[in-house]
């Protein structure tokens, strides 16, 4: 009896070398970075130059798309539903704006490594308890965690200013030179774009790797997983504490930027607004964060100067429409209009 053909990723070829497997071979050209990926990042630096007076705002977007995309990492790969992923982006927030202002440690660049620390702590010890729990209960778990912590640093008002927050955070200048500077933003939107970029190949690295693929196959199906033998329980406490250490950094990220820290950081709207971003944009797409993050604000701003007191209306018709007509946000809309270009093509 004659024993089934390898399939492994390394196949024999006639002339005696080896070549990988075509699931493997797909794998590496997805992994691969491609030309138009450049473009979101020309484009932020086309706006660095092209609209100066607007940088407060860029910086602000920059900071949300890297808060969407450590979501993303959770939700839209892993398939974690979580309502209070803000709590990880205040611990981040507060954890910086707390050293600095009582004189423990001002420096930027590594007071992100503690914010990170911080969160992605919490992130581990949240998630070994609420982990265990799914679908609605998982999700009230969620926003249960992110809700004590806010209501803990309104009461350690001692420490964290408490409703008030901490004003006047002193942040060091970026490698002893470049200075954050409250009217003139131009080192917070290039230090926010520094991080954001390093972030997102961290999180790019992840979604390709043989982690990131066993996440999706969880999400898809969690009981296959185990019984193929895959430590399911581990896996996704581990996603969710890099994805905790993520949102920490852009909390941290945050509080230098703004010289400031207050209990909005921990707050239901900045929970809420996210998971609205991901559902504009399109989760488990990488780029949805960045899509959805740039037509929220985008919209909130022109929204509110055309109708400050129903700008929300606006933006409440358009999410029901993506919702209702869009299977996965914008770029699920723009990957069915390639899907049907090529369909036509092949036919």
Same mark, same amino acid.
């Given at each position: ?117 911080? @969160?992605?702590?919490?992130?581990? +010890? *949240?998630? =070994?308890? $609420?982990? !265990?729990? #799914? ?121 230098? @930027?703004?010289?400031?820290?207050? +209990? *909005?950081? =921990?707050? $239901?709207? !900045?929970? #809420? ?75």
């Amino acid at each position: 009896m004659t024993a089934p053909p390898d399939t492994s990723a390394a196949t024999t070829k006639p002339g005696g070398g080896s070549e990988l497997h075509p699931a493997a071979q797909a794998m590496a050209a997805r992994h691969r970075p491609r030309a138009w990926e450049l473009l979101p990042w020309l484009a932020a630096v086309a706006f660095y130059f092209a609209l100066p007076n607007h940088l407060g705002f860029g910086t602000e977007l920059l900071i949300v798309i890297l808060f969407a995309l450590s979501l993303d990492l959770a939700l839209g790969y892993a398939g974690i539903v979580t309502l209070g992923h803000a709590a990880f982006f205040g611990v981040g927030a507060y954890t910086v704006g707390m050293l600095a202002k009582y004189g423990v440690w001002t420096e930027p660049i590594t007071g992100l490594f503690f914010a990170a620390v911080a @969160a992605g702590v919490v992130g581990f +010890l *949240s998630g =070994l308890v $609420l982990l !265990r729990t #799914a679908g609605l209960t998982l999700l009230m778990l969620t926003l249960c965690t992110m809700l004590l912590l806010e209501e803990a640093a309104n009461l350690g008002h001692e420490w964290t200013g408490g409703f008030d927050g901490l004003a006047d955070v002193p942040i060091d200048p970026v490698f002893g030179v470049f200075e954050f500077n409250p009217l003139y933003l131009n080192t917070q939107y290039v230090y926010a774009l520094c991080v954001l970029f390093v972030g997102f190949v961290i999180v790019r690295t992840i979604v390709y790797s043989p982690f990131g693929q066993s996440l999706t196959g969880i999400r898809e199906n969690t009981l296959r997983m185990h019984s193929v033998g895959a430590p399911v329980n581990m896996r996704l406490v581990t996603c969710y504490t890099i994805s905790a250490a993520i949102a920490g950094v852009a909390g941290a990220v945050w509080a230098q @930027a703004n010289l400031y820290v207050n +209990l *909005s950081t =921990l707050g $239901l709207d !900045r929970a #809420a607004t996210v998971l609205i971003i991901l559902a504009l944009g399109g989760y488990g797409r990488l780029y949805g964060a960045f899509v959805g993050a740039i037509l929220y604000m985008v919209l909130s701003h022109y929204l509110a100067k055309a109708y400050p007191t129903a700008w929300q209306l606006g933006l409440g018709l358009l999410l029901m429409a993506i919702a209702l007509f869009a299977r996965n946000g914008v770029i699920g809309i723009v990957e069915a209009f390639l899907q049907r270009r090529r369909g036509r093509g092949a036919s």
